[in-house]
């Protein structure tokens, strides 16, 4: 525990340099450099999804400890983002508003609630496109992507749909959030395996490559039970939730490295071990065992993982081994192979996530 918890104050020592960073893939992307204005670009260098999943540590972080430090940085980024501007909506802009959306309801700023209702207001009354079945469309800030449904978007998008919804008590937000998760479930988890695909396209009626790409799968680890604890569903919907859960987490299990990670193509030996996978499985599994919806024989599993975490940390406190931020590998599996490892936000946040998991 000693050593978790000194880790745990390393990566929050390296958390903000790597927030900070001024490349991120989105922003880096040619295909936004050349869709997108100079002036308008810089918008989203801060304000994407690899800052919105590590806001979301950085906040679960605060909720813990209550130390106003990590208060102050969010407040401090927040407001520093919102005297620039915003970016244009999309899901993966949205990865911002989950925290937000806490901060609001913390701080009772009304400032900052406007802009999370806003926002969801767009995804809820149409700005969004829909996919056939009214799926959430997987828009990004240089793609359309239409008919499209990932499932990064349930960790990017739909969490934030829910939390505002708990927060205001529209139900109807709430109902949305329940019929995104079972329809990403009906397209992209894979029957036979238990495992799920990065993404599906109705125009297509496809899988793509049909990868079973790492961080995409950790999305859905920890998306479904930080849905549950956050707001009420139906037995049914829970019941439902959870059966896919372990049917995931035992095939998880079978594809662990012996050093506790995972490859970036969890059923692929000669893909490259990948940390922010392994950091997001370890949560979601530690995560949903403390929650009572698995039993602790899993923790087998999330211990292995923390092992592997642990030996990845540098000593500036710096995630080593994540990949890069990674659109859909639309022709081939070897496209997951082929993205660069580099310190991110969001490893950064899912190793504190884990962690703090870890203290109980």
């Known amino acids: 525990m000693q050593e978790v918890d000194e880790t745990l104050k390393k990566l929050v020592a390296g958390f903000l340099p790597v927030l900070y960073a001024p490349d991120d893939p989105d922003y880096a992307s040619h295909k936004l450099a050349s869709a997108i204005d100079d002036a308008h670009r810089k918008l989203y260098q801060f304000w994407e999804w ?26 401090q980024y927040y407001d520093q983002r919102i005297a620039q501007g915003l970016p244009g909506k999309n899901v993966n802009t949205m990865a911002p508003i989950l925290a937000l959306s806490f901060l609001a309801e913390y701080t009772n ?18 700005g969004l496109d829909r996919t056939e079945e009214g799926g959430f469309q997987h828009r990004t800030t240089d793609d359309e992507n239409p008919g499209e449904l990932w499932d990064d978007t349930l960790m990017m998008t739909v969490l934030a749909v829910a939390n ?15 019929y ?35 961080r995409g799968n950790c999305w859905v680890t920890i998306a479904i039970p930080v849905f549950l604890e956050m707001v009420e569903v139906s037995a049914s919907v829970s019941r439902y939730l959870k059966t896919v859960l372990v049917r995931q987490i035992k095939a998880l299990a079978t594809l662990q490295d012996e050093s506790g990670m995972w490859h970036t193509v969890l059923d692929d030996p000669t893909s490259y071990l990948e940390s922010s996978a392994t950091c997001g ?3 979601g599994i530690l995560k949903a065992v403390n929650m009572g919806l698995l039993d602790r024989s899993y923790c087998a599993i999330s211990d292995k993982a923390l092992c592997a975490l642990l030996a990845v940390v540098d000593k500036d406190g710096v995630v080593q081994q994540v990949s ?37």
Request: proline letters at 4%.
């Open 180 to 214: 995104q998760f079972l329809l990403h479930v009906e397209y992209l988890c894979d029957v036979k395996s238990g495992l799920w695909y990065h993404g599906w396209t109705f125009e297509g009626r496809h899988h793509f490559s049909e990868a079973f790409w790492g």
């Open 50 to 75: 690899p800052h919105g999943v590590g806001l979301f540590g950085l906040w679960k972080l605060f909720e813990k400890t209550k130390e106003k430090q990590y208060l102050d940085i969010l407040t």
């Open 164 to 178: 505002v919804g708990r927060i205001l008590g529209r139900q109807e937000y709430i109902d949305e959030a329940v």
């Open 324 to 360: 890069y931020g990674t659109p859909m590998g639309r022709e081939s599996k070897n496209f997951y192979k082929e993205i660069p490892l580099r310190p991110m936000p969001y490893g950064q946040a899912l190793a504190m996530l884990f962690l703090m998991e870890n203290q109980g």
């Open 281 to 283: 499985f370890g949560y």
């Open 109 to 126: 700023k009304q400032a900052y609630m406007d802009i999370a209702v806003e926002w969801v207001e767009w995804v809820m009354e149409g």
